[in-house]
């Protein structure tokens, strides 16, 4: 038995583990950011299949049974391959979800003219896996993507509200919008964007929904471990969080306050 692994590149990956610790707070909870090596969204398949299977082994070893990948690039990437090839050498009983599917399988439902628009990292958007994974449960839906290669670093760097910063964004939400516009809803394809989610809000006509995935993946989860009696039995519930990073833990602990509402006293590992 042991807590449920949560991964991200870095420190995105908080904003769901806040929407977890909200949606299901009895749990414990893992979570490990590859900060030294973040951001992921401009490497090649390869790399980011290395990284995130170095990371969910190193949860694994840490006794979690259930890992979610909260991170699109690395669910975009590596959690195919993960579960086909890693997890059956790895052992049948431990499990890896990501956040694409879930969020796939419901942003159909947002849209009132089926015009969906995608903001995520450039490896998400090569990717494809979000117009794939979209038109499965919504194939009445046209998605548009658009990359933002430099969000992550702006916001790891916490210079997204400088001006400079937010011109950047503001480009970017404004050549998704120019795609097609009938795009009444975005999904936020980066678990790092909902810290921008209200100044994007500010960005577009009123009445576009702009969707962060923390509740679509907390109620999935939820639903999960409901059906899967045997894993959530796997899963302790003590309601503890522990974090764990690749960079410096004091720096961590003082930027990933921002993402979550914790006294966050983190460990640095070498993955
Ligand atoms: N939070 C990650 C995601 O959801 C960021 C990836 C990156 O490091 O570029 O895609």
Partial sequence: MGPIGVFDSGYGGLTILSDFRERLPEYDYL???DNARAPYGGRSFDVVYEFTLQAVNELFDRGCELVILACNTASAKALRTIQKNDLPRIGLHKRVLGVIRPSAEIIGQFSRT???GVLATPGTVTSDSYPIEIKKFSPQCNVFQHACPLWVTL???NE???ESGKEFIRKDVDALMAMNKRIDTIVLGCT?????KDYIESLVPEGVNVVAQGNIV???LADYLLRHPWIDSKCTKNGSVNFLTSENSVEFNLNAKKYIDVD????HISL
Avoid at 264 to 267: A, D, G, L, W
């Fill in 160 to 162: 997204h509200f400088t």
């Fill in 218 to 220: 907390s109620d999935s």
């Fill in 31 to 33: 979570y490990l950011g």
């Fill in 192 to 196: 790092h964007y909902p810290v921008l």
């Fill in 264 to 267: 966050v006293k983190s460990v």
């Fill in 155 to 157: 916001i790891e760097n």
């Fill in 114 to 116: 089926n015009t969906i």
